[in-house]
């Protein structure tokens, strides 16, 4: 069955960084887009950045210079290094991904349980 793994929160003081990792596991055929979103307690779930199978990857405006996500296909896994952390990037982050669950390589939508990130100030 197909998981995503999350990992890497944590509490950081304000200007702190912290590095997330999602993992695709379980059988697959193939991984198509991934994405990384996160919600902040009481806010609606907003987009962070989008990495695409060929290499393209877009921030949201809140992130931009700050984050740098990457992408590891060999082992299915994506990254989030995040630095200048302020108390805004609280939230839960969900890592998100089209994967191919099936020898047909339709691809299906995954979410994973998501990692809590604490920035103190």
């Known amino acids: 069955q197909v998981q995503l793994v999350e990992s890497g929160g944590g509490l950081v003081q304000v200007g702190g960084s912290l590095r997330l990792s999602c993992k695709v596991t379980g059988t697959f055929f193939g991984v198509n887009t991934m994405w990384w979103y996160r919600q902040a307690p009481g806010k609606q779930q907003e987009w962070v950045t989008v990495m695409t199978p060929g290499g393209t990857i877009n921030y949201a405006d809140s992130v931009k210079g700050r984050f740098t996500s990457s992408r590891d296909v060999a082992s299915a896994t994506v990254f989030l290094q995040m630095n200048s952390l302020v108390p805004e990037d609280t939230g839960v982050y969900f890592c998100?991904?089209?994967?191919?669950?099936?020898?047909?390589?339709?691809?299906?939508?995954?979410w994973g349980r998501g990692t809590q990130v604490t920035v103190s100030s």
């Open positions: 998100h991904a089209q994967v191919a669950p099936y020898s047909d390589k339709v691809y299906q939508s995954y």
